[in-house]
């Protein structure tokens, strides 16, 4: 039988996906906060700013092609200091996971299931996502391949469907007298796409094939564009006011398109059911990472791959309940996701220094 | 100097390596030597087992000659009686009149067979016996005859009952393994097409046959189906459906991991794609692998009709597969936790109908489904004629009594009679009883959890799915990993002349079925 491999084109669906996920619903809250009108300005540019790290772990990626980012952290930095560098992507997607059942639970509380206790909820989802994570990477590939198509149609007809209620004005003035705040914005504008660097866990099960590097970057270009569209049009139609005061400015602006001829009375629910699929596959990838993390940071052998993601569970669990109020939760979401910063501007250019470093030394040998 | 003979022969055996079709034979004549060409013939032909083959004197003589034919497609009773038989014995009285033998004279004089046709060249001797005729070589001889000793044609086989279809043939295998290598022969006179022969069962030793074309099949997948049908270890084996249970890599799954069919025009269509396929003597059906959850949702018609028709059928039919599994469970969903989801009008409506009822929906639901299993099993069991006055005493009778009664309510009985049409649209049987089997797993999920349940239920199914294979190919191919080209015949279907390559993720090792030039066929 032929050894299976991920195709260019899963690149795309995977980084997409891994970058989606409840951040869609939340996304333009924060940085409305920070830089008003002109958040979407700040996406953008923290949409660059991604680009340029999505090229520099796609660098990393290549030049240990049979490794993902674990293995590559310990095999560049040493066992001690690799660990040590580890440990904060590893808590990261941990508490990523964890937090991202927190808040998939409460919004699905406010707009779907209003009596259903919440511990179910996670537990139905996190279990669902382990089996996933437990079938293997090319699974979860197919799986991502299915959803993407429904993610990208229900994000483009959220921002389309509005477009009748926006107000123009709402945008501006443009940049005015509002740079700095704008320059403030794109660090939560960076850590918005988090999961970027998936590409690093991947790339290794990936056939080596012209344009995986177009494919990637248009796994990122995809959620850049979707985000800094979703955010103008939240603020066209709610004014930058109104959106700081919305916990899921999302789900609301799907709640304010209006059906002709009313077949659909509540399009915010079937928003809430389909967003289901696209927080899976985010989970299901973040729950990956955090597997394999926690397998090398471990030593352990593949074998004990799966009794690993098993035992995530209750400590999914754990962080998913440890804060109780919910509107507190976001604010620690937003805050834990500069973690994500660190890692990306710091830890990954400078893992990749050394490795570069690393390679030279071992080719002038 | 067998050693000698056997590298001689293998030399010029290796130059008839053939790829595609019989052209490529033209600049290959016979030899004298009647050994040198029945070899090469059978090399041609893959050395299948139902090629056979017998060498002789004529006469007496010392004058050798053989014959070569292919069992499945002619009438052996002819062969021994107008050939061997007026060749090796009745040929004596010519010989005895003074009669000089020889090429002329064998053809003139001592044949009893209507058509007879000299050849010189591969191309039409293989051709001829592709298409089931006899060739005769006579040593020395750089020409043979083709004999017509055809069987096959105007014979009664099997009508299609469990995948009939409106247009295109109406033939279907039958139990006997010979005549249905002939059904398959009558359709492919390609030399590359294959036939390996297998014993299978300690006590039965079945006669098993894998069918695939050389040089088209990925040879991973004819190797990995060889291996596994050489591990069956079954005392007797019975039917086509048991190997398959046995040659899957997921036994328990609920979904076909190999595909049945009754239909010859459906195997050929299969293995000219890439496809292997497995008939088993005594089993009117012939297992294809490997299978994709998209090729079940395929159907011969839909080749025989417009592409926008077909297109737009195969999508239907992708509709039923979803308000089949789903339906049920979507209504108790909507109406036991998000009536908000409806219009209120409809919501009204509904709740009207369901006054009175004494069960939620979900028992409603359930005691439906119990009792449409119960008539669909009921139906198949009892004889034709009696079968229908149970559909019709269960469908029509007892669903108005129990509207009447109060026990269920009439949108409960619309959306069962919708779910159990719509399971009827699902072309693969193995799929639609799954199917049903899904329906009751989706309806807890919806009295327990409502629409998160059911979305939750679709995202496990979908992993179940996507980690299913198929002798090594993912189930949800070519819908993922996405293989833009093989798209094109999935969940539509384009136009005839754009399916111009085979499916790439069977990959085939010839990858073109037909030419640029050969797209005449715009429909």
């Known amino acids: 039988m032929k050894t299976e491999q991920l195709s260019a084109p899963q690149i795309m669906t995977l980084t997409v996906s891994a970058i989606f996920g409840v951040d869609v619903l939340v996304v333009q809250r924060e940085l409305v906060t920070i830089a008003r009108q002109d958040a979407w300005i700040s996406l953008a540019l923290g949409g660059i700013l991604i680009i340029l790290m999505g090229i520099v772990c796609y660098y990393l990626a290549c030049l240990y092609p049979n490794m993902d980012f674990p293995q590559i952290i310990l095999h560049v930095c040493g066992k001690f200091f690799g660990r040590l560098l580890l440990l904060p992507a590893l808590v990261y997607d941990l508490l990523y996971t964890g937090l991202s059942l927190r808040i998939f639970a409460q919004a699905l509380k406010m707009f779907l299931l209003s009596i259903t206790p919440m511990v179910p909820i996670i537990l139905f989802m996190a279990l669902a996502a382990a089996y996933a994570v437990y079938k293997g990477i090319y699974t979860i590939g197919g799986i991502v391949d299915i959803i993407f198509p429904i993610c990208a149609v229900t994000a483009l007809s959220i921002i389309v469907l509005p477009l009748r209620q926006t107000i123009f004005s709402n945008l501006k003035p443009i940049l005015f007298e509002n740079t700095g705040n704008v320059i403030k914005g794109i660090l939560p504008g960076f850590h918005q796409f988090t999961g970027f660097g998936i590409i690093t866990f991947l790339f290794c099960y990936t056939r080596r094939t012209k344009g995986i590097l177009k494919w990637y970057l248009a796994g990122l270009g995809i959620p850049i564009f979707l985000y800094v569209a979703l955010t103008m049009v939240t603020i066209m139609v709610f004014g930058p006011s109104d959106v700081q005061s919305l916990i899921y400015p999302t789900l609301t602006l799907a709640k304010s398109i209006e059906f002709p001829g009313t077949f659909l009375e509540r399009v915010e629910s079937f928003v809430a059911v389909l967003w289901i699929g696209i927080v899976f596959v985010s989970v299901v990838l973040f ?5 394999r993390n926690i397998t090398v940071f471990l030593g352990l052998d593949t074998k004990y791959q799966s009794f690993v993601i098993w035992t995530q569970i209750p400590l999914l669990l754990g962080i998913a309940l440890f804060i109780k109020n919910a509107l507190e939760v976001i604010e620690f979401f937003s805050r834990m996701k500069y973690m994500d910063v660190i890692l990306g501007l710091f830890v990954i250019p400078f893992v990749t220094a050394v490795a570069l470093l690393k390679k030279r030394k071992e080719t002038n040998q | 100097m067998t050693k000698l003979l056997k590298r001689r022969l293998g030399k010029r055996n290796r130059k008839i390596e053939i790829s595609g079709d019989t052209d490529r034979l033209k600049q290959f004549r016979l030899s004298e030597d009647i050994s040198d060409n029945i070899m090469r013939l059978k090399n041609i032909m893959n050395d299948s087992f139902d090629i056979k083959s ?21 009438n052996e009773e002819m062969i021994m009686n107008h050939l061997l038989k007026p060749l090796i014995l009745q040929s004596t009285s010519v010989i005895e009149s003074g009669v000089a033998v020889n090429f002329q004279t064998i053809k003139d004089s001592m044949l009893s067979i209507g058509s007879i046709q000299e050849a010189e060249t591969f191309d039409e001797i293989v051709l001829g016996i592709m298409s089931g005729d006899t060739f005769l070589s006579v040593q020395g001889y750089t020409k043979g005859l083709i004999l017509s000793a055809r069987e096959y044609e105007g014979k009664p086989f099997g009508i299609p009952t469990v995948e009939p279809s409106v247009k295109g043939p109406q033939e279907a295998f039958v139990e006997i393994l010979k005549k249905n290598l002939g059904l398959i022969r009558k359709r492919i006179r390609d030399p590359n097409l294959a036939f390996e022969l297998y014993k299978i069962g300690k006590r039965s030793k079945s006669d098993t046959v894998i069918v695939y074309i050389k040089g088209i099949a990925d040879q991973d997948i004819v190797d990995e ?16 459906f048991q190997i398959g249970r046995l040659l899957v890599e997921r036994p328990n799954s609920i979904f076909p991991l190999v595909q049945t069919t009754e239909r010859p025009d459906k195997l050929v269509s299969a293995i000219s794609e890439g496809r292997v396929a497995i008939l088993i003597n005594g089993s009117p059906d012939a297992i294809l692998v490997p299978v994709t959850f998209p090729i079940l949702m395929q159907s011969v018609d839909d080749y025989f009709e417009n592409w926008l028709v077909a297109s737009v059928i195969r999508f239907s039919r992708y509709i039923g597969l979803f308000l089949s599994s789903l339906f049920p469970a979507l209504y108790i969903a909507v109406t036991s936790f998000h009536p908000g989801m409806l219009p209120t009008s409809l919501v009204l409506s509904i709740a009207a109908t369901r006054a009175g009822v004494p069960f939620p ?24 004629a009696v079968g229908q006055t149970v559909s019709i005493v269960g469908g029509l009778v007892i669903g108005q009594a129990a509207v009447q009664a109060g026990i269920v309510s009439p949108i409960m009985v619309i959306v069962i009679s919708i779910t159990a049409v719509t399971s009827f649209v699902i072309p693969d049987y193995s799929l639609s009883l799954a199917t049903r089997i899904i329906r009751v797993p989706f309806m807890v999920l919806a009295v327990t959890f409502g629409s998160f349940g059911i979305a939750m239920g679709m995202l496990i199914l979908l992993t179940y799915l996507s980690s299913l294979k198929s002798f090594g190919i993912r189930y949800l191919s070519p819908l993922t990993p996405y293989r833009f080209r093989d798209w094109k015949d999935t969940i539509i279907r384009t136009p005839l002349w754009t399916l111009t390559k085979r499916p790439e993720f069977l990959s085939p090792e010839d990858t073109n079925r037909a030419g640029p030039g050969k797209r005449r066929n715009k429909q």
Not at chain 2, 54 to 74: H, K, P, W
Not at chain 2, 225 to 240: C, F, K, M, N, Q
Not at chain 2, 378 to 384: F, G, Q
């Open chain 1, 287 to 291: 729950l990956f990472k955090s597997t």
């Open chain 2, 54 to 74: 017998r060498f002789f004197r004529i006469g007496g003589t010392d004058l050798q000659a053989a014959v070569l034919y292919i069992e499945s497609l002619v």
């Open chain 2, 225 to 240: 189906v060889r291996g596994r049908l050489s591990s069956i270890d079954l005392d007797i084996e019975l039917t086509a």
């Open chain 2, 361 to 384: 929906a979900v028992i409603e639901a359930v005691l439906m489904e119990v009792i449409l299993e119960l008539l669909q099993e009921a139906s198949i069991r009892l004889p034709k």
